[in-house]
C-alpha cells in the first residue's frame, strides 16, 4: 500500500482557483482574435485553455474534473471569452498586466496539481509530471487546437521551465517536512521570478547541441594551436642556432 507524504493538503480558495480558469480564457481567447477567429472560435479556445490543465489531471488520476462539477468553473471560462470578444484591443495593450498575473497563478496552479497527485497516492515523479501538466495542458491544447506547435516546446521565453522549478522547490521542501505554507510560498516565488526574469531579461531555454561535434572540435583546435606553439619554438631555436653559429 502507498503510503502519502502528508495528510495536509493544499486548498485553493475557489476564488483564486476561478481567477487562474478567468486569466487561462483571455490568454486563450486572445489568441483565437490574433488568428481571426469568430465567435465561437473565441468561446472554445478560451474555454479550452482556461480549463484544459485541471481537465487533464484530474482525467489522469482518474476523477470526474472538477470544471464539469462546479459550474462556476465554465461560466468564468465563458466570462473571460465574452471579456475578450468585446475588448480585446485594451487586453492586448495591457499584456504585461496579463502576463504577471499569469506568472503568479502558474506556479500555484503547478503546485495544487502537484501536491493533489501526491494526495491520491502517486510517487514523487509521477507528481511532478502531473503539477507540470497540469500548468501546461490548457496552453498545448490551445495551440494543438489551432494547428501550431505547443509554445512549451518552442524556444522562447521560459514557461514550462519556470512551472518545473516552483513544482520542484515545493516537492523537495514537502519531503523536508518544512510548513506547508512556507513550501507552496516558496514554490510559487520561484516560479513568479524565473518567469518574469525571463521576461524581462531574455532567458531561454537550451537547445539541443551536438556533444560529439562540439568536443571534435575543440580537440581540433586545440592541436592546432599546439602545432603552431612547436612550430615556433622550433623557429626559435633555428635563430638561435644560427646566431650562435
Same mark, same amino acid.
Given at each position: ?15 483564486? !482557483? ?22 465561437? =472560435? ?5 474555454? #479550452? ?14 476523477? %470526474?474534473?472538477?470544471? %464539469? !462539477?462546479?459550474?462556476?468553473? %465554465? ?20 499584456? #504585461? ?18 501536491? $493533489? ?5 502517486? +510517487? ?26 505547443? @509554445?512549451?516546446? +518552442? $524556444?522562447? @521565453? %521560459? ?50 547541441? #551536438? ?15 599546439? =602545432? ?18
Amino acid at each position: 500500500m502507498t503510503t502519502l507524504l502528508r495528510v495536509e493538503i493544499v486548498q485553493t480558495p475557489l476564488a483564486l !482557483d476561478l481567477l487562474v480558469v478567468f486569466v487561462g480564457a483571455i490568454s486563450g481567447g486572445l489568441v483565437a482574435v490574433v488568428r481571426g477567429y469568430d465567435v465561437a =472560435g473565441v468561446v472554445s479556445l478560451a474555454i #479550452a485553455t482556461g480549463i484544459g490543465g485541471s481537465m487533464l489531471r484530474d482525467v489522469l488520476l482518474n476523477q %470526474l474534473p472538477v470544471a %464539469l !462539477d462546479n459550474p462556476w468553473y %465554465l461560466a468564468t471560462a465563458l466570462g473571460g471569452a465574452t471579456l475578450v470578444f468585446f475588448f480585446a484591443g485594451t487586453l492586448q495593450r495591457m499584456g #504585461a498586466v496579463v502576463l504577471i498575473a499569469d506568472a503568479l497563478l502558474l506556479g500555484l496552479y503547478g503546485i495544487v496539481g502537484a501536491e $493533489k497527485a501526491i494526495a491520491n497516492g502517486l +510517487e514523487l515523479l509521477p507528481a511532478i509530471l502531473l503539477g507540470l501538466i497540469t500548468t501546461i495542458g490548457g496552453g498545448a491544447l490551445r495551440d494543438v487546437l489551432t494547428g501550431r506547435t505547443p @509554445e512549451v516546446f +518552442e $524556444k522562447g @521565453e %521560459l514557461y514550462a521551465i519556470a512551472a518545473l522549478a516552483g513544482v520542484l522547490v515545493f516537492v523537495g521542501l514537502d519531503r523536508l517536512d518544512v510548513s506547508l505554507t512556507i513550501a507552496v510560498v516558496a514554490g510559487t516565488a520561484v516560479t513568479f521570478a524565473t518567469r518574469i526574469g525571463a521576461w524581462r531579461r531574455g532567458w531561454t531555454a537550451p537547445t539541443a547541441i #551536438a556533444a560529439d561535434e562540439a568536443l571534435l572540435a575543440r580537440l581540433q583546435t586545440v592541436r592546432r594551436a599546439r =602545432g603552431e606553439g612547436e612550430t615556433e619554438e622550433r623557429a626559435r631555436r633555428r635563430r638561435r642556432y644560427r646566431r650562435g653559429s
